[in-house]
C-alpha cells in the first residue's frame, strides 16, 4: 500500500512487509498545494520575524552580501579558443552576466570583459524567473553555444542556442522545454539529447533514460533513439570525447548509462556500432590520447591478478577493445592513499591523491609507449587543485592554491615547466576576507564505535575554551571528500572572526581514504557515518575544545540526514541543529523526486530486510514526545526538485506538534542549492549564524 495524498489531516497508512506506519504530515508533499503554501509561509515568517529581530542578523546579512557580491571575488574562468569565458554575478546583476575577455586581460588588475548575455535583460524581457545553468559550446570555433535556464534555480531547465558572434538565440535552433535534458554537441547540425520525450521515457528518478541523435531543421519527435536504459537506472547521456595523440585527434562518440550512483556501462561507438565496454560496473574510465584510463571501485580480479580498489590503471584503448588486459598502474591505492584528482592535458595527465590528507601530485606522459613519471613538489600548508587550461592547445594548467586560513590563488603553469608548483604564475588572487592572524589548524583522530580512527579538523583560536561556540560540520556521503580545507569567507567572517571554532570531519561514507572509505558507510552500513560524526563530537568534548552546551552541528542533502540521525541518537550531545535540503523521512525518500537514484547508498525502503536497517535511523520515525531536543534550524527550497521539500516540511511539523524549539525557513527559489543568488544566499546564511550564535554563544 502506497501514500495517497490528501487534504490536510486526512492521511492514509502505508504498508510495506510487516511494517505499518501513519504519516499526518502527508499532504506536505504537495509541493505547490495551497494549504501546504500557506504553512510554509506562517512558519517562514515567524522564523525570519524571530530571528531578524537580533541586532546580529542585519549585521551579518550585510556582511555576506558584501562577501558574495565583491568585485574582488575571482572570476574562475574557462578558456575556449582565444577567449575566456565567466559567468559571474553581482549587485548590479543579480541574476548574472555571462562573459568574455582575452588572457592578456584577465591577467591584469580591470580586465575588459565583454558581456555576451545578460540574465537580468533576458527574464524581464521574457518575463521568466530565469536562473543561469551553464553552457555548452561548439568545437572548434566557440561560435555556438547551448545555454540552459532554469525557472527557479531547479534542475530542470530550458535549453536554447545562442550566436555568441551576434549575441542573439538562434532562430529556428535547437531548443528543448523545460526538464532534467543532458544534451552534447555532435557537430553544427547534430546534437545527443536525453530528456523528456513523453511516456516512459524517464527512469524512476525523473531523469532521461532515452538519448537520441538530433538533426537541425527537425522536429525532436524525429530524432534517432541511439540507446534505451532501464526504468530502475539513474539516467543516460551520450556525449563525443576529445583527445590528441600526437598531432592527430581523435574524436570518440560514447554513450553512459549511469546504472545506480555507483554503477555505470560504457558503450563506445566502434564503426556505427555501441559496443559496451567490458569493465566492472563500478569503474570510472576517461581517455586520454589513445588510452583507456580506468578508476577501480572495487578490487578487480584479472588473469594477471587483481587490482586493488582505488586504483588507476591504463591501456591502449584499441588492444583493449581486442582483449589486451595488460594494463599499466598510474597510481595504487593505500590504506589511507586515495586518488583526489585527474587533470588532462594535450599531452600531460595530472593524477593528485593524498596520502593520510596530505596532498601529493605526479606528472604523466607516455613516450614510446612506455608512461613517464615525474612527482611534484607541492605547498604542504594549502590545498591544491589543477585544472586543464586549454586541453586542445597545449599543456598549460590552472593551479588552485587554498587554506583555511589562506586566501584563494589562481596560478597559471605554462609549459614546459618543471616540478616545483610554487613556480606557476599567480594571475589572481582573492584578499583577506576575514581575520585570521590568530587562527590555527589542528587536526585529530577520533575513534568510532568500531575501533576505526575519523579524521576531523578544527580552525579556531588557540586560546578557546570548552566554553567556545564552536560547529561541527559534516556530510558523509557519495564518496565527496570535505577534507582537505579550502578558504571559505562566510564560515571565516561570521563563524571564526567572532570567535567560535569551525570543525569539518571526513566521516566514512565520503571519499577521503577513497572508495573502500565510501563503501564502508552505505546500505546496512551507513550506521557507520553517524556514529563516526558523534565520535568526533564527543572527542572534541574529551579534549576541552568545547562542550556540550556549546557545541552545534550543521549539514546539508545527504549532511542534513547525517544531522536529523544524530540529533534523534544523542540529543543531549548537541545543543544546536542547522539541517539544510535534508533528506529525513527514509521511509518515503525513493518515492519523492530524484530519490529512487540513492537506492544504492541507503537501500529500498519497500525491501522488508532493507527498511529494518533504514528505520533503526530514520530520523522522521525517530522523534518522540518527552525528548529534549536540541534548538534546531531547518531550511529548504520550493524549488528543490533533486531532495523533496516535503521532507523538511514534515520534520519540522512533527516536531513543532510536540513543542520543540524548532525553527524553519523555505526559500521560494534555488533548486538544491537553497538559493538563486547573492540576496537569497546571504539572507540564508544570516539566519544560520544568527541562530547558533543565539543558541551557543
Excluded at 112 to 132: G, S, T
Aim: negative net charge; glycine residues 8%; charged residues 20%.
Amino acid at each position: 500500500m502506497k501514500h495517497v495524498l490528501t487534504d490536510e489531516g486526512k492521511t492514509e497508512p502505508v504498508q510495506s512487509g510487516d511494517f505499518v506506519l501513519h504519516d499526518e504530515n502527508l499532504w506536505l508533499e504537495d509541493i505547490e498545494g495551497e494549504a501546504a503554501l500557506d504553512w510554509v509561509a506562517r512558519i517562514s515568517s515567524e522564523t525570519l520575524d524571530a530571528l531578524s529581530l537580533d541586532a546580529r542578523f542585519a549585521a551579518f546579512n550585510q556582511r555576506l552580501l558584501s562577501i558574495y557580491q565583491s568585485q574582488e571575488r575571482i572570476a574562475v574562468a574557462t578558456v575556449r579558443g582565444a577567449w575566456l569565458y565567466n559567468f559571474w554575478q553581482d549587485k548590479s546583476h543579480p541574476r548574472g552576466i555571462w562573459r568574455k575577455t582575452t588572457l592578456e586581460s584577465y591577467a591584469s588588475d580591470a580586465p575588459d570583459w565583454q558581456i555576451l548575455l545578460d540574465v537580468d535583460r533576458l527574464a524581464q524581457h521574457e518575463n521568466e524567473n530565469w536562473v543561469w545553468a551553464g553552457a555548452s559550446m561548439l568545437y572548434p570555433e566557440y561560435r555556438y553555444a547551448l545555454l540552459s535556464f532554469s525557472r527557479g534555480g531547479g534542475d530542470a531547465a530550458v535549453v536554447r542556442e545562442f550566436d555568441c558572434a551576434t549575441g542573439t538565440f538562434v532562430a529556428e535552433g535547437f531548443v528543448l522545454a523545460e526538464a532534467k535534458s543532458q544534451t552534447a554537441w555532435i557537430d553544427r547540425d547534430q546534437i545527443f539529447v536525453a530528456t523528456d520525450f513523453g511516456e516512459k521515457s524517464l527512469t524512476d528518478s525523473g531523469y532521461p533514460r532515452i538519448v537520441k541523435c538530433w538533426q537541425r531543421g527537425t522536429p525532436l519527435a524525429a530524432a534517432t533513439t541511439l540507446f534505451e536504459g532501464e526504468p530502475g537506472d539513474v539516467l543516460v547521456t551520450a556525449h563525443v570525447s576529445r583527445d590528441w595523440s600526437g598531432q592527430q585527434l581523435r574524436l570518440r562518440r560514447w554513450v553512459t548509462r549511469r546504472i545506480t550512483f555507483q554503477k555505470s556501462q560504457y558503450l563506445l561507438d566502434v564503426d556505427g556500432t555501441l559496443s559496451p565496454l567490458d569493465l566492472p560496473e563500478d569503474a570510472d574510465i576517461e581517455t586520454f590520447g589513445d588510452q583507456l584510463l580506468v578508476i577501480v571501485k572495487s578490487a578487480w580480479q584479472l588473469a594477471s591478478g587483481v587490482w586493488p580498489q582505488g586504483s588507476v590503471l591504463a591501456i591502449d584503448l584499441d588492444s583493449f577493445l581486442q582483449g589486451d588486459r595488460r594494463f599499466s598502474a598510474l597510481f595504487t591505492p593505500g590504506p589511507r592513499r586515495a586518488l583526489k584528482g585527474l587533470c588532462k592535458t594535450r599531452s600531460q595527465l595530472w593524477l593528485s591523491f593524498a596520502d593520510n590528507l596530505a596532498e601529493q601530485c605526479e606528472r604523466f606522459s607516455l613516450d614510446g609507449g612506455t608512461w613517464q613519471r615525474v612527482a611534484l613538489k607541492l605547498d604542504s600548508s594549502v590545498s591544491i587543485d589543477f585544472y586543464p587550461f586549454d586541453a586542445d592547445q597545449n599543456d598549460d594548467v590552472w593551479v588552485f592554491f587554498s587554506g583555511a586560513a589562506t586566501p584563494t590563488r589562481v596560478a597559471l603553469w605554462q609549459w614546459p615547466c618543471g616540478a616545483v608548483v610554487s613556480d606557476a604564475r599567480v594571475v589572481k588572487r582573492l584578499p583577506a576576507l576575514f581575520r585570521a592572524d590568530d587562527l590555527c589548524q589542528r587536526r585529530f583522530d577520533a575513534v568510532s564505535a568500531d575501533g576505526t580512527l575519523i579524521p576531523y579538523v578544527v580552525v579556531g583560536r588557540e586560546r578557546a575554551s570548552a566554553k567556545t561556540p564552536t560547529l561541527l560540520y559534516g556530510y558523509g556521503g557519495f564518496e565527496i571528500s570535505l577534507l582537505p580545507l579550502t578558504y571559505n569567507p562566510s564560515v571565516g567572517a561570521l563563524w571564526l572572526e567572532e570567535g567560535g571554532n569551525y570543525v569539518v570531519a571526513g566521516l566514512r561514507g565520503g571519499g577521503e581514504f577513497g572508495p573502500g572509505w565510501h563503501l564502508a558507510a552505505t546500505r546496512e552500513n551507513k550506521q557507520r557515518c553517524f556514529d563516526d560524526f558523534i565520535a568526533v563530537a564527543k572527542d572534541l568534548i574529551a579534549r576541552g575544545i568545547c562542550s556540550a552546551q556549546h557545541l552545534g552541528i550543521q549539514g546539508g542533502s545527504n549532511g542534513g540526514l547525517l544531522v536529523g540521525a544524530v540529533m534523534m541518537q544523542e540529543p543531549e550531545l548537541f545543543a544546536a541543529v542547522v539541517c539544510q535540503v535534508p533528506l529525513l523521512d527514509m521511509r518515503r525518500y525513493h518515492l519523492l523526486l530524484a530519490g529512487a537514484s540513492w537506492v544504492a547508498e541507503y537501500g529500498d525502503p519497500d525491501d522488508a530486510r532493507d527498511w529494518a536497517f533504514i528505520s533503526a535511523y530514520s530520523p522522521y520515525q525517530h522523534v518522540q514526545s518527552g525528548v529534549r531536543y536540541p534548538r534546531m534550524l531547518v531550511t529548504t527550497s520550493t524549488r528543490d526538485d533533486r531532495v523533496h521539500p516535503g521532507h523538511a516540511r514534515k520534520m519540522v511539523a512533527r516536531l513543532r506538534r510536540l513543542g520543540c524549539d524548532v525553527l524553519y525557513y523555505e526559500n521560494t527559489e534555488g533548486g538544491h542549492a537553497g538559493a538563486a543568488n547573492a540576496i537569497q544566499q546571504a539572507r540564508i546564511g544570516a539566519l544560520a549564524y544568527t541562530f547558533l550564535w543565539q543558541t551557543l554563544g
